[in-house]
């Protein structure tokens, strides 16, 4: 029901806005709080909602916070939670928050938003079914004992009641022009030749997500194999492709060849 995910780094590895990174300073708190069992932290468990656009970097801010907490990060698989016969969801559901709870581990629900979904209207048997997993969810996140993140893009479709449960709620934005640059940097391997003249141009005419940059530099580093050293043709190549993937036209003024 769920699979370990490699937890290793540090916040420096993360580019987002400086109040993004206090959120989850601040989040960290009361995790280690729990952990130590201070009188400071009353909760039983700690539950923490990180919502922004696909490629803001909340599945890796999930993987920060298990290393700095030294806890190893389950990802749930949501496809093998829900199951179409009636009740199997909800002792999915049970099976895989008290696992968590046993071995102390920080669970993670990407894109949990396609779990969390609002409560409707009873029309018919199916709607009164999903209704009551919901409520099974709301009653079981608010017992739980360990640390859960949950992750989504699309933070509207959630129910409020599980807003209300959530302990922490941290924003994740577009990256600007300073972080673009900085997540240009945290993915190029070194040595490079790519000079900084580029980079600064790609950081501030291309509105690109982390997930973009980082699929960018890995094509570009495919690339370079036979030589062995990204350079900005390569880059360049990278960017466009990401654009086109997208449907969209790359900014940049002209053709940067070898």
Known sequence: LATRVPSTGDWTDLAVRDDTIRELLD???????REHGRETWTGSGVRALFRGPSG????????LLAAALQRDLYRV????????????????LDRVLSRAEELDVVLLFDEGDALLTQRTGVGNANDRYANLETNFLLQ???AF????????????RIDAAFERRMDVVVEFHPAQAAERWALWHLHLPTPHAVPPDFLDELA???VLSGGQIKNAVQHAALQAMPRGTIDAAMLDAAVRREYRKAGAVCPLRSVVTA
């Open 77 to 92: 698989d949501l496809s093998s939670i829900v199951d179409k016969y009636i009740g199997e969801t909800e002792k999915n």
């Open 56 to 63: 803001s970097g909340k599945s890796l801010a999930a993987r």
């Open 204 to 206: 501030s005419r291309c």
């Open 145 to 156: 004992e360990g640390i859960l993140v949950v992750t989504t893009n699309a933070g509207e």
């Open 27 to 33: 989040l960290e708190l009361p995790c280690r709080q």
């Open 140 to 142: 079981r996140l608010e």
